[in-house]
């Protein structure tokens, strides 16, 4: 201590002139903490302007140098439902819930659409971005958490196509739609959920890479996107609902035509889907030490 | 005058040791295969009495044992050999990784610049830049907004500040990369060998703003560099790092001469640090050959010769690389033994002793390093050994005037001497 001391230090004039006043410096405790640990709420809350700054940053790069820019998640959609439309509307003559077949379809395919699009970013958003989590510190859950911002806003401009695909059914207001917004986050917190999870294990274990694009194609087919609900058997509805975006997709749809989804569906969906968040936020906290070793 | 001291410890380490498993950084995860193998295999290994030990051949220890105090408003240079644990004390600061024994107490607000520009993203235009990078080191919004007049105008790049970085010259890029760093204002700055980058006379201005920085008195410096005359200018007090111990704590210029007896004692071949191993070979140690035997000095123009001692386990089809990289470590040059000599190890295995003879090239001046890899060819990388050496170029004249060529001019870094003197002939008379 003496021995760094001893030198006179550098400016120290000015700072005994200095007008700022002594800022409470905070402590901070560095060390090898390993196993299970609560996850730190307060720091990544602190850290929330970067959670915007990284969402912007996806969201502009996302549409720059391409000709038809947002336009991509109008088309996208649009083309989906015509073929969702021909191939199980009309050809197999799927039911749709009393809706007109495109309706029926756009609103399940909207809302998977952006669950499809968040959970595979948030899972490989980690190992895409090493070279900072190598070289800066920030709370790393922001990472697959900013990935959901993009989606969102893509979310967004194609519910303009449902809007009119619902004008153009002659399905009007209803209070019931109000109650959409709540599904859409449901969707968040599952696909997040999810992301988050894959996205530590894909640190960990590179192979999680080729699961995930097997497990999206699976887990649409795991839900109702084309299909209504109705043609689950019934004993094996409550199993079906464990699936996240079974009772978040029906009860989406639902709220939109003004029917009435499954109640207890659609809760245990949601229950499923903060237990995922939960998990997938828990296993994060464990390992994301050690990120920086192994990434 | 009166002297208030504050005589705040703004930087506790006691006792922080971290181990790494070892191999490239490539092996360093592990597949779900591994994963599970072992999972399966530990309960029996239990049983057996012989639970995997914890320090076994695939780890070492970066960091051994480093307890030290600093004191705030110090400025802290960190010296050391290649390896010797600065980056990893550096990474342990930042919070970056964690130690696996030990604890660090951090009095204040840590920003760390371990490389300028971290997290830039080129399709994004220097404000856009601007934003995200500072937000990434820590600022808030409203602070980068304040300050952003003052980055562009430090940066030099106010005509461009809407073009996408991409189309930015490399000096720009970095110019706009430390400006927003600069104008960072945390308690402790962590720096690691940020200063080698930009022309001298961008240098210059960076390590006056890293003085002024630190001449507030209240801000705590840590920097890394093997620029000495730097860290003699700034640091007030070093920490000298050698095999991943604290071998001294005292003034800068005791640290500078303890750091350079370290170097002397390295260019001796003395020192052989442990590289770890590939699948099939392993690089044991590699020198610079001069006239009179190992060296860290290279001049322009001389046969670049180098000696790597290696192991092979005689799998057919191996051979070595050998890239040479600049100041920013950038790879510039390339020896293959498989693409330009067209051959391979031997399949006899045993330890070799590889000697390389390259053609003279006319390097700058300034500091160069050489990474070696052993590799199936064309399949994967088996061994490979980061900054294997590094030497310094010390003066770069192809004509033998007394203009310097460095590198950290941003002309380049191979000179072109002409192979014959260069002809004019004249064609006619200038066009009116």
Same mark, same amino acid.
């Given at each position: 201590?003496?021995?760094?001391?001893?030198?006179?230090?550098?400016?120290?004039?000015?700072?005994?002139?200095?007008?700022?006043?002594?800022?409470?410096?905070?402590?901070?405790?560095?060390?090898?903490?390993?196993?299970?640990?609560?996850?730190?709420?307060?720091?990544?809350?602190?850290?929330?302007?970067?959670?915007?700054?990284?969402?912007?940053?996806?969201?502009?790069?996302?549409?720059?140098?391409?000709?038809?820019?947002?336009?991509?998640?109008?088309?996208?959609?649009?083309?989906?439902?015509?073929?969702?439309?021909?191939?199980?509307?009309?050809?197999?003559?799927?039911?749709?819930?009393?809706?007109?077949?495109?309706?029926?379809?756009?609103?399940?395919?909207?809302?998977?659409?952006?669950?499809?699009?968040?959970?595979?970013?948030?899972?490989?958003?980690?190992?895409?971005?090493?070279?900072?989590?190598?070289?800066?510190?920030?709370?790393?859950?922001?990472?697959?958490?900013?990935?959901?911002?993009?989606?969102?806003?893509?979310?967004?401009?194609?519910?303009?196509?449902?809007?009119?695909?619902?004008?153009?059914?002659?399905?009007?207001?209803?209070?019931?739609?109000?109650?959409?917004?709540?599904?859409?986050?449901?969707?968040?917190?599952?696909?997040?959920?999810?992301?988050?999870?894959?996205?530590?294990?894909?640190?960990?274990?590179?192979?999680?890479?080729?699961?995930?694009?097997?497990?999206?194609?699976?887990?649409?087919?795991?839900?109702?996107?084309?299909?209504?609900?109705?043609?689950?058997?019934?004993?094996?509805?409550?199993?079906?609902?464990?699936?996240?975006?079974?009772?978040?997709?029906?009860?989406?749809?639902?709220?939109?035509?003004?029917?009435?989804?499954?109640?207890?569906?659609?809760?245990?969906?949601?229950?499923?889907?903060?237990?995922?968040?939960?998990?997938?936020?828990?296993?994060?906290?464990?390992?994301?030490?050690?990120?920086?070793?192994?990434? | 005058?009166?002297?208030?001291?504050?005589?705040?410890?703004?930087?506790?380490?006691?006792?922080?040791?971290?181990?790494?498993?070892?191999?490239?950084?490539?092996?360093?995860?592990?597949?779900?295969?591994?994963?599970?193998?072992?999972?399966?295999?530990?309960?029996?290994?239990?049983?057996?009495?012989?639970?995997?030990?914890?320090?076994?051949?695939?780890?070492?220890?970066?960091?051994?044992?480093?307890?030290?105090?600093?004191?705030?408003?110090?400025?802290?240079?960190?010296?050391?050999?290649?390896?010797?644990?600065?980056?990893?004390?550096?990474?342990?600061?930042?919070?970056?990784?964690?130690?696996?024994?030990?604890? =660090?107490? !951090? &009095?204040?607000? @840590? %920003?760390?610049? *371990? /490389?300028?520009?971290?997290?830039?993203?080129? $399709?994004?235009?220097?404000?856009?830049?601007?934003?995200?990078?500072?937000?990434?080191?820590?600022?808030?919004?409203?602070?980068?907004?304040?300050?952003?007049?003052?980055?562009?105008?430090?940066?030099?790049?106010?005509?461009?500040?809407?073009?996408?970085?991409?189309?930015?010259?490399?000096?720009?890029? =970095?110019? !706009? &990369?430390?400006? @927003? %760093?600069?104008? *960072? /204002?945390?308690?402790?700055?962590?720096?690691? $060998?940020?200063?080698?980058?930009?022309?001298?006379?961008?240098?210059?201005?960076?390590?006056?703003?890293?003085?002024?920085?630190?001449?507030?008195?209240?801000?705590?410096?840590?920097?890394?560099?093997?620029?000495?005359?730097?860290?003699?200018?700034?640091?007030?007090?070093?920490?000298?790092?050698?095999?991943?111990? !604290?071998?001294?704590?005292?003034?800068?210029?005791?640290?500078?001469?303890?750091?350079?007896?370290?170097?002397?004692?390295?260019?001796?071949?003395?020192?052989?640090?442990?590289?770890?191993?590939?699948?099939?070979?392993?690089?044991?140690?590699?020198?610079?050959?001069?006239?009179?035997?190992?060296?860290?000095?290279?001049?322009?123009?001389?046969?670049?010769?180098?000696?790597?001692?290696?192991?092979?386990?005689?799998?057919?089809?191996?051979?070595?690389?050998?890239?040479?990289?600049?100041?920013?470590?950038?790879?510039?040059?390339?020896?293959?033994?498989?693409?330009?000599?067209?051959?391979?190890?031997?399949?006899?295995?045993?330890?070799?002793?590889?000697?390389?003879?390259?053609?003279?090239?006319?390097?700058?001046?300034?500091?160069?390093?050489?990474?070696?890899?052993?590799?199936?060819?064309?399949?994967?990388?088996?061994?490979?050994?980061?900054?294997?050496?590094?030497?310094?170029?010390?003066?770069?004249?192809?004509?033998?005037?007394?203009?310097?060529?460095?590198?950290?001019?941003?002309?380049?870094?191979?000179?072109?001497?002409?192979?014959?003197?260069?002809?004019?002939?004249?064609?006619?008379?200038?066009?009116?």
């Amino acid at each position: 201590m003496d021995a760094l001391t001893s030198k006179p230090l550098r400016g120290e004039p000015h700072a005994s002139e200095g007008s700022a006043l002594p800022r409470a410096r905070p402590i901070t405790v560095i060390e090898a903490r390993p196993g299970w640990r609560v996850f730190d709420f307060r720091e990544a809350f602190a850290y929330r302007e970067l959670l915007y700054v990284l969402a912007a940053r996806d969201l502009k790069v996302r549409y720059k140098q391409t000709a038809l820019g947002a336009a991509w998640a109008l088309l996208q959609p649009l083309t989906m439902m015509i073929v969702l439309s021909i191939v199980f509307g009309r050809l197999a003559g799927i039911p749709s819930d009393g809706a007109p077949y495109p309706v029926f379809a756009l609103a399940g395919l909207l809302p998977w659409t952006f669950f499809a699009n968040v959970a595979p970013a948030a899972a490989n958003s980690l190992v895409a971005s090493s070279n900072i989590i190598t070289k800066v510190y920030f709370p790393r859950i922001l990472i697959p958490l900013s990935t959901a911002g993009a989606p969102l806003v893509d979310f967004a401009i194609s519910a303009l196509l449902l809007v009119a695909v619902l004008a153009w059914s002659h399905i009007g207001f209803c209070w019931s739609q109000l109650a959409a917004p709540f599904f859409v986050f449901g969707i968040m917190i599952a696909a997040l959920g999810v992301g988050v999870l894959l996205s530590a294990l894909t640190v960990a274990y590179r192979d999680f890479r080729y699961v995930v694009p097997f497990l999206m194609q699976f887990w649409m087919f795991a839900s109702p996107v084309a299909y209504p609900v109705g043609l689950v058997p019934q004993e094996w509805r409550w199993l079906y609902y464990l699936n996240p975006m079974a009772g978040m997709i029906d009860g989406f749809r639902h709220a939109l035509i003004g029917s009435a989804p499954d109640v207890w569906g659609v809760a245990l969906s949601g229950v499923s889907a903060l237990a995922i968040f939960g998990a997938g936020v828990a296993y994060f906290a464990r390992v994301e030490r050690r990120f920086a070793d192994i990434v | 005058m009166k002297m208030t001291r504050r005589g705040g410890t703004a930087i506790r380490a006691e006792g922080v040791s971290k181990r790494y498993r070892i191999g490239s950084p490539a092996r360093s995860y592990r597949t779900l295969r591994e994963a599970l193998t072992q999972a399966a295999a530990a309960p029996f290994a239990r049983l057996r009495g012989r639970a995997p030990a914890p320090e076994d051949d695939a780890t070492f220890w970066a960091l051994r044992d480093v307890s030290f105090e600093i004191a705030e408003g110090e400025v802290v240079g960190v010296v050391g050999r290649n390896g010797a644990g600065k980056s990893t004390l550096l990474k342990i600061l930042s919070r970056i990784t964690d130690p696996t024994e030990g604890r =660090v107490t !951090l &009095a204040g607000r @840590v %920003a760390s610049l *371990l /490389e300028v520009g971290t997290g830039f993203h080129s $399709e994004l235009t220097g404000r856009e830049n601007i934003f995200l990078n500072g937000s990434i080191l820590g600022m808030r919004r409203a602070d980068i907004a304040k300050r952003f007049d003052a980055i562009v105008d430090f940066a030099e790049i106010e005509r461009f500040i809407d073009t996408p970085v991409k189309h930015y010259s490399s000096g720009m890029y =970095v110019r !706009l &990369a430390f400006a @927003v %760093a600069a104008h *960072l /204002e945390p308690d402790i700055l962590v720096v690691d $060998e940020v200063l080698a980058v930009g022309d001298a006379r961008f240098q210059q201005k960076c390590l006056g703003k890293i003085d002024e920085v630190s001449r507030g008195g209240r801000r705590t410096v840590l920097l890394v560099s093997h620029n000495l005359a730097a860290v003699k200018s700034l640091a007030t007090s070093g920490l000298v790092f050698d095999r991943g111990r !604290l071998v001294l704590q005292g003034g800068v210029d005791e640290a500078i001469a303890a750091y350079s007896r370290l170097q002397q004692a390295g260019a001796n071949g003395e020192a052989d640090r442990d590289w770890g191993a590939g699948a099939h070979t392993r690089i044991r140690s590699v020198e610079m050959i001069g006239p009179d035997g190992p060296t860290r000095i290279y001049l322009p123009g001389t046969p670049l010769r180098l000696r790597i001692l290696l192991d092979t386990d005689g799998t057919p089809g191996l051979s070595v690389d050998v890239f040479l990289n600049n100041a920013l470590r950038s790879r510039i040059a390339l020896w293959s033994m498989h693409h330009f000599d067209a051959m391979s190890l031997p399949t006899e295995p045993g330890s070799y002793e590889l000697t390389i003879d390259a053609a003279p090239i006319f390097l700058a001046s300034g500091s160069y390093c050489i990474d070696v890899g052993t590799a199936v060819t064309m399949v994967n990388w088996d061994h490979q050994v980061y900054e294997a050496i590094e030497f310094e170029t010390p003066f770069s004249n192809v004509g033998g005037g007394s203009w310097d060529f460095k590198q950290t001019f941003g002309f380049g870094f191979v000179a072109l001497p002409s192979a014959t003197p260069p002809t004019l002939v004249k064609l006619g008379k200038r066009a009116e």
